[in-house]
């Protein structure tokens, strides 16, 4: 009974992060992006939103693993995967080039607001991934 408990429990926090940052970072879009502070901030939210993720996804995997759900375990270490991924190769770094040439070039503001669209775009996918098989498969 434990196992499941603390599966449930860290789901549920994760679920809790990737619906704080959808509704914490969707607002930001209102943001010109044109400005060092603008651009450190969203970097910032992101960068302890990965971390976060990455940490929970984490936690619910070894904890599906425990009770035995193979699948749930793996849905979640894909998670945690896939946001590593991002914070380490794709997402923040990308943000760090950008936001240095943000100030002297327009086209840098366009890409780092499409970057951030694109980020909240995957949170979107992975919280309805997670939502639909929490839902759709048995536990």
Aim: proline share 4%.
């Amino acid at each position: 009974m434990l196992p499941i408990v603390i599966a449930l429990i860290t789901t549920v926090i994760l679920l809790v992060w990737m619906g704080f940052f959808m509704m914490g970072s969707l607002p930001l879009l209102v943001l010109k992006h044109d400005t060092p502070l603008d651009s450190r901030f969203i970097r910032g939210l992101f960068n302890v939103y990965y971390v976060a993720v990455m940490l929970t996804a984490s936690a619910a995997a070894l904890s599906y693993a425990w009770c035995g759900k193979p699948a749930f375990a793996f849905g979640m270490g894909f998670i945690a995967a896939l946001a590593f991924a991002l914070r380490r190769w794709i997402v923040i770094p990308r943000m760090d080039v950008l936001r240095h040439t943000i100030p002297a070039a327009d086209t840098s503001i366009f890409r780092f607001r499409q970057l951030h669209i694109a980020g909240m775009m995957l949170n979107m996918v992975q919280l309805g991934t997670v939502a639909w098989a929490l839902t759709q498969l048995a536990l």
